[in-house]
């Protein structure tokens, strides 16, 4: 009973934070013609209950694509049409065809936050919830303190109740896809999951984990046997659940390929705006985008970011195991992020998912790469006047894992989970012992140049022929620091079966 109150309690807390950051500004409040993107939420909301299915994702004179036109999955398009229809049903002028455009009025800011906050509440809390009460080896308050940690994540409560979208309702279809799979309930996993991508297509991020993790439960069930029968209910999950969630966009070929079309948009190009990734940080010194054809572009970034998740993936395949999962859907996603095309600032939140699920394991590095996701969006959170959100939500999330799991104190090698790593390199190095120390190090260094750049993009102006200079150095020291834990995740997942022998040894 005890548990349940202070569960509950922290669901609570988790939900006035998000409410709180709610009532400060939100994206392009107040500047037209374009506004941000609560207009676009919005806007989705006056296309769907106005127009057709079959013109949802066409160019017309009552859909303009240039002006927030949809740009994700059919999901994305029911879950505008539901909240539509509520809409319409408290206010029809809020979603009232060309007339509601740009739309702003107090009434309606609170009925967009509660959707946020109750599509919070439905399907991402609770698999936070669930996810850290089926956490095995720790106590009741370990695990309350958990889901405190990763509900008051900075970085997910400024883009969805800040910044203005529905990121919550993906991750958590997500969570609910890695609770299923890791528990052996591969269908309803699997079935989460494909929700998850039907919702936003960026959640390709996490699709070869899922898929090499349940392929690899096939070859170990054994392929002429249970494996085989898994894998034919798996796929037999797959395509009815996407057949269900595109079947009135598959009427015509045109339809189908329009959607996709609006959904990878390869033509805006390599990189937008300022995103830690490698492209951008790239283009400081050479500008590859005006250098390289624009096939050439594609086919270099799907190069970098195959060959940078493929030993990871092949690993999960061969061993698979939830502990290996959830570390490959950090790399993976994480590969993903620095060197695939076409990459928003905001996708960094894919990566944050899986790590938020591996802070028990690695508190120390885990926290630390969560600080470093949110300060990468430092450009977009003060463009949207979210810094004193942003101050208090860092904060408050830092003392939180700080004193929940003592961080400072586990930066051992066993705690790092680099011991088996270094076991290896001391066979060639014997005086390789000082990579805990190398961490903390780093660590310190690369809170200290957050904090500076912070304060410097706060205080001081840029200099006129180099207007975007804090913006750039956001993202030069945020990829670094990325590339960092690209390698670092890296070295757990191949090292991860020799630390098991080693531990088996040791017992």
Known sequence: MEKCYLMTAVVLLGLTVRWTVSLNSYSGAGKP??????????????????????????????????????????????????????????????????????????AHKLFMRATVLIADLLIYIPAVVLYCSCLKEISTKKKIANALCILLYPGLILIDYGHFQYNSVSLGFALWGVLGVSYDWDLLGSLAFCLAINYKQMELYHSLPFFCFLLGKCFKKGLKGKGLVLLIKLACTVVASFILCWLPFFTEREQTLQVLRRLFPVDRGLFEDKVANIWCTFSVFLKIRDILPHHIQIMISFCFTFLSLLPACIKLTLHPSPKGFKFTLVSCALSFFLFSFQVHEKSILLVSLPVCLVLREIPFMSTWFLLVSTFSMLPLLLKDELL??????????FI????????????????????????????????????????????????????????????????????????????????????????????????????????????
Not at 58 to 83: E, I, K, R, V
Not at 388 to 397: D, Q, Y
Not at 425 to 447: A, E, G, M
């Open 388 to 397: 004193m959100p942003s101050v208090v939500t860092v904060m408050a999330f």
């Open 400 to 507: 939180a894992c700080a004193t929940s799991f003592s961080i400072f104190e586990k930066t051992s090698e066993e705690d790092l989970q680099l011991k088996s790593f270094s076991i290896s390199v001391r066979k060639y190095f014997p005086c390789f012992t000082f990579l805990p120390r190398i961490i903390q190090h780093l660590f310190l260094i690369s809170v200290i140049t957050m904090v500076l750049l912070t304060l410097m993009a706060v205080t001081l102006d840029p200099p006129q022929k180099l207007p975007d200079l804090f913006s750039v150095l956001v993202c030069f020291v945020s990829c670094l620091n990325f590339l960092f834990f690209l390698v670092y995740f890296n070295i757990i997942i191949m090292w991860d079966s020799k630390n098991g022998r080693n531990q088996k040894k040791i017992n």
């Open 33 to 106: 013609p374009m506004f941000g993107d609560y207009e676009a939420q919005r806007h989705w909301q006056e296309i769907t209950i106005n127009l057709p299915i079959k013109q949802w994702y066409f160019n017309g004179s009552d859909n303009n694509l240039q002006y927030w036109g949809l740009d994700y999955p059919p999901l994305t398009a029911y879950h505008s049409l539901l909240c539509a229809y509520v809409a319409k049903f408290i206010n029809p002028d809020w979603i009232a065809l060309h007339t509601s455009r740009g739309y702003e009025s107090q």
